[in-house]
């Protein structure tokens, strides 16, 4: 049987280092402040939120929570983010994605200072990964180097297949996995013939959003296996984009979902929070 890529533990692992780091950090008197900001009501969003300030309680870091409603303006949204923005106190800024149909959210991004953007969405931060500059990295992709580093998996000469582009997790993904000297393919919906190229994958990351939708077949024998889905089944159990239990067998490594990627997304922007805290 494989080895379970264990996100719990591992996410475990880094918010205990974390809160070690942020005791120490309030020690010199430097205490970390988040802000996380959600407009309108969509239930896994509150969800979401929710786990962020719950985890920002158990590390110690301050976390302010702006719940705003479905009908706040573009402007309203660009007034508060300005406010934070110039506030030496709040460390970062959090924008829950997706936001409502009538705001412009690329517009929202790129009003988040990029020294507070813990998310890594703004431009300024995707640049400055593309070339190999310092800034905050998406949280899901820089959860996924840390799962396979911590892991024991090797990155550097292997052939990694991203299925998915978007841009927080396939696009930031595959630029992670190059700057770790891995051999990377992009696949995406128009890739002509995807099981024969994620059948190359020595590491297969799959984030395409349809359950299950990975099985045995497009797999290498001994293949590493991370899946960045999450659904709810008809027995209204969690599943990924990945089978399984079709795919386990055959590969050398897996996440679980629940209990693989998901975890690793809150711990790194823990992460980020706290560099933003020593930054500042
Ligand atoms: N919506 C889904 N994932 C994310 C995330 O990582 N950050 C934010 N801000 N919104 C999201």
Request: with cysteine; charged share 25%.
């Amino acid at each position: 049987m494989p080895q379970i890529v264990d996100g719990k533990a591992i996410s475990a692992a880094i918010k205990e280092e974390l809160k070690a780091e942020v005791e120490r950090l309030k020690a010199e008197g430097i205490s970390i402040c988040l802000a996380v900001i959600q407009v309108g009501n969509d239930p896994a969003s509150a969800v979401y939120v929710g786990n962020k300030k719950k985890a920002c309680a158990y590390i110690g870091i301050e976390s302010l929570a702006y719940e705003l409603p479905e009908e706040t303006t573009q402007e309203e949204l660009l007034a508060l983010i300005g406010d934070l923005n110039g506030k030496k106190d709040v460390n970062g800024i959090l924008v829950q994605l997706p936001l409502p149909a009538h705001i412009d959210e690329d517009e929202i991004i790129r009003a988040v200072d990029p020294k507070k953007d813990v998310d890594g969405f703004h431009p300024q931060s995707v640049g400055a990964l593309c070339i190999g500059q310092p800034g905050f990295v998406s949280c899901t992709p820089a959860g996924i180097i840390q799962l396979l580093k911590r892991s024991g998996i090797e990155i550097a000469g292997r052939e990694c297949v991203v299925v998915g582009r978007s841009n927080i997790v396939g696009k930031p993904m595959a630029l992670l996995l190059l700057r770790e000297n891995g051999t990377v393919t992009v696949a995406h919906s128009r890739t002509r013939d995807l099981k024969e190229v994620t059948g190359r994958a020595d590491i297969l990351i799959v984030a395409v959003g349809k359950p299950k939708m990975i099985t045995r077949e497009y797999v290498k024998e001994g293949a590493v296996v991370i899946d960045v889905g999450i659904h709810r089944n008809e027995n209204n159990k969690l599943c990924g984009d990945v089978d399984y239990d079709d795919v386990a067998p055959v590969c050398s490594a897996i996440t679980p979902v629940p209990g693989g990627v998901g975890p690793m997304t809150i711990a790194m922007l823990m992460h980020n929070c706290v560099e933003a805290g020593k930054a500042q």
